[in-house]
């Protein structure tokens, strides 16, 4: 298995990137986060994941172990292959979705992962008891000030995705509600 690539960035796609190690070019499926954050050129080092099924050989890169490690947690959900875990993975930070498994929070999984209900049950149900120790009074209140500025969003007419992607550039600074529904509508606001 391939855990680990260094190389330098030879093509950056939306959702993938194209790292050169010693002549051998790696296509590494990516959150598109972390493509926009890529650089041509480049010298970087990426945690990866290997999958391999019946009809193909697929590489996935991180930016690092912790980020790997939550990614392989998700795959242990009965139902979630590697495209679904990376897309997961890319629609908030790992320490929300960890928050929000710990303190079983479904809803706010269905509105800021943009993930069906079913299926964020199911990941709540197995992977809670793992990562339970994480959470905390303080994650709850900050989870549900998230789905309160969300649900504002939506009710001001902006679309789904363009609200999570608000919350996740919000300062960690803003910590009332008001304080973060109005920092996302200045990120909004500047696009």
Same mark, same amino acid.
């Given at each position: 298995?391939?855990?680990?690539?260094?190389?330098?960035?030879?093509?950056?796609?939306?959702?993938?990137?194209?790292?050169?190690?010693?002549?051998?070019?790696?296509?590494?499926?990516? $959150?598109?986060?972390?493509?926009?954050?890529?650089i041509l050129g480049d010298e970087r080092?990426?945690?990866?994941?290997?999958?391999? %099924?019946? &009809?193909?050989?697929?590489?996935?890169?991180?930016?690092?172990? &912790?980020?790997?490690?939550?990614?392989?947690?998700?795959?242990?959900?009965?139902?979630?292959?590697?495209?679904?875990?990376?897309?997961?993975?890319?629609?908030?930070?790992?320490?929300?979705?960890?928050?929000?498994?710990?303190?079983?929070?479904?809803?706010?999984? $269905?509105?800021?992962?943009?993930?069906?209900?079913? $299926?964020?049950?199911?990941?709540?149900?197995? *992977?809670?008891?793992?990562?339970?120790?994480?959470?905390? =009074?303080?994650?709850?209140?900050?989870?549900?000030?998230?789905?309160?500025?969300?649900?504002?969003?939506?009710?001001?007419?902006?679309? =789904? &995705?363009?609200?999570? =992607?608000?919350?996740?550039?919000?300062?960690? $600074?803003?910590?009332?509600? &008001?304080?973060?529904?109005?920092?996302?509508? %200045?990120? *909004?606001?500047?696009?």
């Amino acid at each position: 298995m391939i855990a680990r690539l260094s190389g330098t960035i030879a093509d950056i796609g939306e959702k993938h990137l194209v790292v050169d190690v010693h002549g051998v070019g790696y296509k590494l499926f990516v $959150t598109p986060d972390l493509a926009l954050e890529a650089i041509l050129g480049d010298e970087r080092v990426f945690a990866t994941y290997m999958s391999v %099924r019946e &009809n193909a050989i697929d590489l996935y890169g991180f930016r690092d172990e &912790n980020e790997r490690g939550f990614f392989e947690l998700l795959l242990d959900v009965s139902g979630i292959g590697p495209k679904s875990a990376l897309t997961i993975l890319a629609m908030a930070p790992i320490e929300v979705l960890s928050r929000a498994i710990g303190t079983g929070d479904v809803g706010y999984l $269905t509105k800021v992962s943009g993930i069906g209900r079913k $299926t964020a049950e199911k990941i709540v149900i197995e *992977l809670r008891d793992k990562l339970r120790a994480h959470s905390s =009074d303080e994650s709850r209140a900050s989870l549900s000030a998230d789905s309160d500025v969300i649900e504002a969003l939506r009710t001001l007419g902006y679309k =789904d &995705n363009d609200a999570r =992607d608000a919350v996740k550039q919000i300062p960690l $600074t803003a910590t009332s509600t &008001n304080e973060r529904i109005k920092e996302a509508l %200045r990120i *909004l606001g500047g696009k």
